[in-house]
T-cell receptor, first 115, second 114 residues
Framework: NAGVTQTPKFQVLKTGQSMTLQCAQDMNHEYMSWYRQDPGMGLRLIHYSVGAGITDQGEVPNGYNVSRSTTEDFPLRLLSAAPSQTSVYFC??????????????FGPGTRLTVT | AQSVTQLGSHVSVSEGALVLLRCNYSSSVPPYLFWYVQYPNQGLQLLLKYTSAATLVKGINGFEAEFKKSETSFHLTKPSAHMSDAAEYFC????????????FGTGTRLTIIP
């Protein structure tokens, strides 16, 4: 299994540009999430999905859109990038199995700079 | 709403010394608690989790944590620090172990002094 993969690893955008951060998992997990990591603030939840066709907002959803058309993929869209969206973005997936075997798996991250 | 507070954004310990990273939680329901480790330029890896089965939880790499409801704490410890433990550590809380909605602390960067 490749686990959780994210592309690209690095991206530089100009203010106002749009782009999509890709996330895919091959573990057949129901749940997928997007977090952003900023210095001194830990990770904050942007959007999450509990299954194909079902998404919901997290703590910091403004400026981001998501959709989940398949179990495997959960792209994050920035419609009009702003410098405040400069961050490291992590995708994660998990399943609602037994507590003893439960784990949320994280991708390697995408480092985004908006100038 | 759930939240966690990590005391100390930076902790330094000597190689071979005890590692103690502090985490206090706030939750309106019995919480599920997690410790994650992040090595430089990598994603997060689960160290251990508390899901109410046992208050003393053992994880990977010799780490363990004890859930203390009376103190609302879930501190992470390791008896003897190793150079490879240098990383950033995050405490997180969820009200369910479906866990698509983790709330993270601000992190503690652990430095190991040779």
């Amino acid at each position: 299994n490749a686990g959780v993969t994210q592309t690209p690893k690095f991206q530089v955008l100009k203010t106002g540009q749009s782009m999509t951060l890709q996330c895919a998992q091959d573990m057949n997990h129901e749940y997928m999430s997007w977090y952003r990591q900023d210095p001194g603030m830990g990770l904050r939840l942007i959007h999450y999905s509990v299954g194909a066709g079902i998404t919901d907002q997290g703590e910091v959803p403004n400026g981001y859109n998501v959709s989940r058309s398949t179990t495997e993929d959960f792209p994050l869209r920035l419609l009009s990038a702003a410098p405040s969206q400069t961050s490291v973005y992590f995708c994660a997936s998990s399943y609602s199995g037994l507590a003893d075997t439960y784990e949320q798996y994280f991708g390697p991250g995408t480092r985004l700079t908006v100038t | 709403a759930q939240s966690v507070t990590q005391l100390g954004s930076h902790v330094s310990v000597s190689e071979g010394a005890l590692v103690l990273l502090r985490c206090n939680y706030s939750s309106s329901v019995p919480p599920y608690l997690f410790w994650y480790v992040q090595y430089p330029n990598q994603g997060l890896q689960l160290l251990l989790k508390y899901t109410s089965a046992a208050t003393l939880v053992k994880g990977i790499n010799g780490f363990e944590a004890e859930f203390k409801k009376s103190e609302t704490s879930f501190h992470l410890t390791k008896p003897s620090a190793h150079m490879s433990d240098a990383a950033e550590y995050f405490c997180a809380v969820s009200k369910s172990f479906g866990n698509e909605k983790l709330t993270f602390g601000t992190g503690t960067r652990l430095t190991i002094i040779p």
